[in-house]
């Protein structure tokens, strides 16, 4: 089984909102990613956890902000977004950080819009 | 320099066809390779890994690596329409912090 779950499929949020992207996984995976993709562009990578602790933040502005609360999940929460920051957020795992763990499975992503 | 480049295409080839995407990296301590199919709209799927010199094959999917010229690529045989997507060819860095993608090639397979 190399699945990993994201919800929801679909936001809409105004630029004051606060909102929260979930992810999850039972592959026993340790590394867990946070990625953003715009139309026709690959995916960016945003942020990086590695048993639960935040390994990697790609200057990522602080309106995002990543929580591994345990090794199964992982939430990016949203606030005061702008619009530009409408995109589809992609999660990934990984069995770990390193040579041999790193091939990751994405999970099927959140279409965020942000008006 | 990008660290991984691929052509953007659209590359258009005949169901039935050999379809061939083509990817170099810049890292040359790069070992670990990945290609990822996405459909328009989707996430991306793993297809294949490699991290050896030579040619990996699964089904009518065939990776092959040559880390002397820094360069990957895939042979879809027997192409179908169900295959049109954009590929994505992915290479971990040497620290194996992360995974660098590639733009991505458009592939479309006429019926």
């Known amino acids: 089984d190399t699945e990993v779950t994201q919800t929801p499929k679909h936001l809409v949020m105004g630029m004051t909102n606060k909102k929260s992207l979930k992810c999850e996984q039972h592959?026993?995976?340790?590394?867990m990613y946070w990625y953003k993709q715009k139309a026709k562009k690959p995916p960016e990578l945003m942020f990086v956890y590695s048993y639960e602790k935040l390994s990697i933040n790609e200057s990522v502005p602080s309106r995002f902000s990543p929580e591994c609360p345990n090794s199964s999940l992982l939430n990016l929460h949203l606030h005061a977004l702008q619009p530009e920051d409408s995109a589809l957020y992609l999660c990934a795992s990984s069995q770990f950080l390193g040579q041999g763990g790193e091939t990751q499975y994405f999970g099927p992503g959140t279409r965020l819009l942000v008006l | 320099q990008k660290e991984v480049e691929q052509n953007s295409g659209p590359l258009s080839v005949p169901e039935g066809a050999i379809a061939s995407l083509n990817c170099t990296y810049s890292?040359?301590?790069?070992?670990?390779f990945f290609w990822y199919r996405q459909y328009s709209g989707k996430s991306p799927e793993l297809i294949m890994f490699i991290y050896s010199n030579g040619d990996k094959e699964d089904g009518r999917f065939t990776a092959q690596l040559n880390k002397a010229s820094q360069y990957v690529s895939l042979l879809i045989r027997d192409s179908q329409p169900s295959d049109s997507a954009t590929y994505l060819c992915?290479?971990?860095?040497?620290?194996?912090?992360?995974?660098?993608f590639g733009p991505g090639t458009s592939l479309s397979v006429i019926p």
């Open positions: 992915a290479a971990a860095r040497p620290s194996y912090d992360k995974v660098i």
């Open positions: 890292d040359r301590g790069s070992q670990s």
């Open positions: 592959m026993g995976h340790r590394a």
